[in-house]
């Protein structure tokens, strides 16, 4: 089946530095991908949703700026916690949306937990 | 308003036990409805996907039903382990499948 990995799992970093997280489908190519935060005992909540070679689309509430997305490649996305604060600790997910036909899955990542101290 | 509502949040069974987890959902225009299970510190795996058409689907011991008239889904657990304890997340993908809105998810604990 489809694997979406994250890099890092985990991350510890002090307040005020920048913090990178990548998402890479392993084994499809994946045009869409989506990045989502979820806090403890929450569901996911959509954050923004990346297309390859062109800008992100960011929900509402949901600092662009902030969080840096790029997906140069057909297989990478990349999300960037600019000037991290503590109430950005959180579980980001990934996914990766695979299209098959006429029809979408997506594929969800392992998920970084951060931790701004 | 797109939105996915789960019934319980939380539920505690012992071990062998069977339980239904409840969905209500309010999507349009559907595509189709999904049930994820996820452990802690991890993201969700895929159990089930259905569409409108199709009113039940096995995975194991996960089956779920889908009633595409009164916009409810609901998903059994049969004889439960201790590794079925996790979240259980309804998703609701709308749009041809383009956009997902997720359930708040019931915590389930399978106590030995």
């Known amino acids: 089946g489809a694997v979406v990995s994250q890099h890092p799992s985990w991350v510890i970093c002090k307040s005020g530095t920048s913090v990178k997280i990548e998402c890479r489908s392993l084994d499809f190519q994946a045009t869409t991908m989506f990045w989502y935060r979820q806090f403890p005992k929450q569901s996911l909540m959509l954050m923004a949703t990346s297309n390859e070679g062109s800008k992100a689309t960011y929900e509402q509430g949901v600092e662009k700026d902030k969080f840096l997305i790029n997906h140069a490649s057909l297989t990478l996305s990349t999300l960037t916690v600019t000037s991290a604060h503590p109430e950005d600790s959180s579980f980001y997910i990934c996914?990766?949306?695979?299209?098959?036909?006429?029809?979408?899955?997506?594929?969800f990542g392992p998920g970084t937990r951060l931790t701004v101290t | 308003k797109n939105q996915v509502e789960q019934s319980p949040q939380s539920l505690i069974i012992l071990e062998g036990k069977n339980c239904t987890l409840q969905?209500?959902?309010?999507?349009?225009?559907?595509?189709?409805l999904r049930w994820y299970k996820q452990d802690t510190g991890r993201g969700p795996v895929s159990l089930t996907i259905m569409t409108f058409s199709e009113n039940t689907k096995s995975n194991g011991r996960y089956t779920a039903t889908l009633d595409a008239d009164t916009k409810q889904s609901s998903l059994h657990i049969t004889a439960s382990q201790l590794s079925d304890s996790a979240s259980y997340i309804c998703?609701?993908?709308?749009?041809?499948?383009?956009?997902?809105?997720f359930g708040g998810g019931t915590r389930l604990m399978v106590k030995p």
């Open positions: 996914s990766a949306r695979s299209v098959t036909g006429a029809s979408y899955e997506q594929y």
């Open positions: 998703v609701a993908s709308y749009n041809a499948g383009n956009m997902l809105t």
């Open positions: 969905c209500n959902y309010t999507v349009s225009p559907f595509s189709n």
